[in-house]
């Protein structure tokens, strides 16, 4: 896949794919159209030019690294360009751990309307979901949202969860990041039986991914 050759980033997206496929494809196509550069919606033709390099390069552009991570960039004068690289899991993954990934992935969500992550929380058998319910959910955070119904799971947008969990700590609840890059990642040390479903969940869609794969 093409090299960058960019302006300064406005927007990075970290696509983890599996087996040469990218399993929530639509899912963060729909969240690229949602996303701002500059005030500007993301044009309908770069979603488009996306899904092209999608459909054309991927297998290819991911020979190197089949469960890899896709990143496409688009700098501030809405040039794009897209590679494929290694994945590497989260080496820390504590309840303050997933907090701080959480609070930037906010800070970009201030700027592009969607955050790439979200924190998550379990509290009195309803999934609080911290962030603002004007942004767009990311492609990972709409999986799990549908998978809440699925479930029959309340689901609450808490837009100051993030500052609650800073001052009052994270009590007896269960805590998990959902990123486009690492997927469902419960909290090492406030982890639980649904915050584990999730996760399970979406390890199933990449061994499904992978099964597909195998079978062409």
């Not at 090299?3 to 040469?20: D, M, N």
């Not at 603002?132 to 609450?156: H, N």
Request: glycine fraction near 6%.
């Amino acid at each position: 896949m093409e090299e960058f050759k960019l302006g300064t980033p406005a927007v990075v997206c970290r696509w983890r794919i599996a087996s040469k496929e990218l399993p929530l494809e639509n899912r963060h196509l729909r969240a690229l159209g949602a996303r701002v550069v500059n005030g500007k919606p993301v044009p309908k033709a770069l979603v488009a030019w996306a899904k092209q390099h999608l459909e054309w390069t991927l297998v290819d552009g991911a020979y190197e690294h089949p469960d890899g991570l896709l990143m496409l960039v688009i700098d501030e004068d809405g040039k794009a360009a897209m590679t494929v690289g290694p994945y590497r899991p989260l080496a820390h993954a504590s309840a303050n751990d997933l907090l701080v990934r959480a609070r930037n992935g906010r800070n970009e969500a201030e700027k592009t309307r969607v955050s790439p992550e979200d924190l998550w929380v379990v509290h009195n058998n309803v999934l609080v979901w911290g962030t603002c319910q004007e942004y767009r959910a990311s492609g990972a955070s709409s999986l799990v949202a549908d998978l809440a119904q699925t479930l029959g799971m309340p689901v609450k947008h808490d837009e100051d969860l993030l500052d609650v969990l800073t001052y009052r700590g994270f009590l007896d609840d269960e805590v998990f990041l959902v990123s486009d890059e690492h997927g469902v990642v419960p909290a090492v040390d406030h982890s639980g039986a649904r915050s584990q479903k999730f996760a399970q969940s979406y390890k199933k869609l990449l061994i499904k991914q992978a099964n597909a794969s195998g079978m062409h």
